[in-house]
């Protein structure tokens, strides 16, 4: 800046000062300002003097001469730590950059400039054109702007306004098929899959046999079944449901064979011919078949039933052999002969143990296609013997790690239900023994209630399942009827109920 030790009174210089800066801004200021009132920088001739107005009227007012010299953009001699002097880098408009810069045009080392002109004799660079300015200010309203537009962004992303397009699960898209019309007990349409059980009348029947399992009890679970509100739960759901009472074994001529199968393998026999029979008609009819055990052994008539319908129907059948124990064991590895134990190994097309549905054939099912859910008690040959086969076993190990929907997921991904059988074997000690006390062979570490419901609700989202077995229901060690009210509503999820509307 200039030099101001020379002048005697600082008012007087500053007041010329202003004077100066006056009429160069007056000279200098953009046509598109020049043209506002007095108090604007207009176009009037005593313009240039504007600011010496001011500085005299600080002074009359009584102010120093530092806010003269801040008020008309210079750096005065004098200052004082109530009043600093203005910084030179801090009002660009007026000083044009640091003084001996490097380069024309050059502001703090390098930054882009006003150009001064040379300094006149009061030490004021004179403002060549302060276009800079308002170039300044108008990047700054930009970064506002941007930054403003972010800050909505975030808020509208946050709130949920800006979403996009949600991804279905792979089991939705591939195997949930398209919504129709369905009809329901009082002719009212509702929204359910096209192939869904809720399309066909479900109908029930009783198998009250115990001869396959080790502890007695498991005769009189059709009966606790229906007690808990069985027929009231479909009543409520307004689908077609029959219930058909209780089945009665057929008679069987002994075989010299079979009863060397396992304990009571003669009396079996009987019950798996007519649970078989019985089974396959109601296919035929178009039917959903609900068996009620029993023990698991009577699952060797209905899953055979459905393997047999599903070929003649050339579909690809399915089993969902939901269990804590895989029952894959032979009369060779049974550790305690109970033919609740082996019934898988009939479906797999054991030659022995075919004599226990003699008159009758169908097809030994496809090991790939049998999922193990829920298992978490095998014995050592049994575990070997599933490995072997190439059975997919989804252990309570997996179902911790990954959880039950995934798990599903991978079963039921690609699956059609134009072309496919799923047959749904549900033995109730799946369940942990907290929730399902009424079984005769409880392992702890079972299903939660919401996980064996989840299975459930996903199964009837399918619209894969044709028949269904609820098994090993034992009122004898239930408590109060709460394993038989967890059927009731297992049932219930299955077949459509849901916790709100979907």
Not at 45 to 61: F, S, V, W
Not at 300 to 318: D, T, Y
Request: a negative charge; proline letters at 7%.
């Amino acid at each position: 800046m200039g030099d101001t030790d020379n002048v005697a009174d600082p008012a007087e210089h500053s007041i010329q000062l202003g004077k100066v800066f006056g009429d160069q801004l007056h000279h200098n200021i953009p046509p598109a300002i020049g043209g506002v009132d007095r108090k604007g920088f207009g176009n009037a001739p005593q313009r240039g003097n504007d600011l010496a107005d001011i500085a005299g009227a600080d002074l009359d007012a009584g102010q120093g001469p530092h806010h003269l010299s801040l008020a008309a953009g210079i750096e005065a001699e004098g200052e004082t730590e109530d009043h600093p002097v203005a910084d030179e880098a801090l009002n660009p408009v007026l000083h044009g950059g640091p003084r001996n810069a490097e380069a024309p045009g050059q502001l703090n080392g390098g930054l882009p400039g006003i150009i001064p002109e040379e300094s006149d004799q009061t030490g004021i660079d004179v403002i060549k054109d302060p276009v800079w300015h308002y170039d300044q200010s108008f990047w700054h309203y930009a970064a506002y702007a941007v930054l403003l537009s972010h800050f909505l962004f975030l808020m509208l992303a946050f709130f949920g306004l800006i979403t996009g397009p949600r991804k279905e699960p792979a089991m939705t898209r591939t195997a949930m098929t398209r919504l129709s019309s369905v009809p329901t007990a009082d002719g009212v349409h509702a929204a359910g899959p096209q192939h869904s059980v809720a399309m066909r009348t479900t109908t029930a029947f009783g198998v009250p046999c115990g001869a396959g399992a080790g502890v007695p009890g498991t005769e009189l679970g059709p009966a606790a079944a229906r007690l808990a509100g069985l027929p009231a739960a479909f009543e409520h759901l307004d689908l077609p449901f029959r219930d058909d009472g209780d089945l009665m074994p057929q008679a069987l001529a002994p075989h010299p064979r079979r009863e060397a199968l396992g304990h009571r393998a003669e009396t079996v026999a009987g019950w798996i011919r007519a649970v078989h029979d019985r089974s396959h008609e109601l296919l035929e009819q178009g039917a959903c078949p609900i068996m009620l055990g029993g023990d698991h052994a009577l699952s060797m008539g209905s899953v055979s039933a459905a393997a047999r319908h599903a070929r003649e129907q050339g579909r690809r059948f399915i089993l969902l052999w939901i269990d804590a124990h895989a029952d894959f064991n032979s009369p060779d590895t049974s550790p305690s002969g109970n033919l609740h134990g082996m019934s898988l190994q009939f479906l797999a097309g054991h030659q022995e143990l075919a004599h226990l549905l003699p008159g009758r054939t169908f097809p030994a099912l496809r090991m790939a296609d049998v999922h193990l859910i829920g298992a978490r008690s095998l014995d050592r040959r049994e575990r070997e013997a599933v490995a072997e086969a190439g059975i997919q076993c989804h252990d309570m190990r997996a179902i911790d790690e990954f959880g039950v929907c995934a798990l599903l997921r991978t079963i039921l991904d690609g699956l059609d239900p134009a072309d496919a059988h799923l047959h749904v074997s549900f033995d109730l000690d799946v369940v942990d023994p907290g929730l399902a006390p009424g079984v005769g062979t409880p392992v702890a570490g079972g299903l939660s209630y919401r996980e064996a419901h989840l299975l459930m609700e996903m199964l009837h989202e399918s619209g894969l399942v044709r028949s269904v077995d609820f098994v090993e229901l034992n009122p004898m060690l239930d408590h109060a009827g709460q394993t038989a009210r967890l059927l009731v509503d297992l049932a219930a999820s299955l077949f459509g109920k849901t916790i709100s509307l979907r």
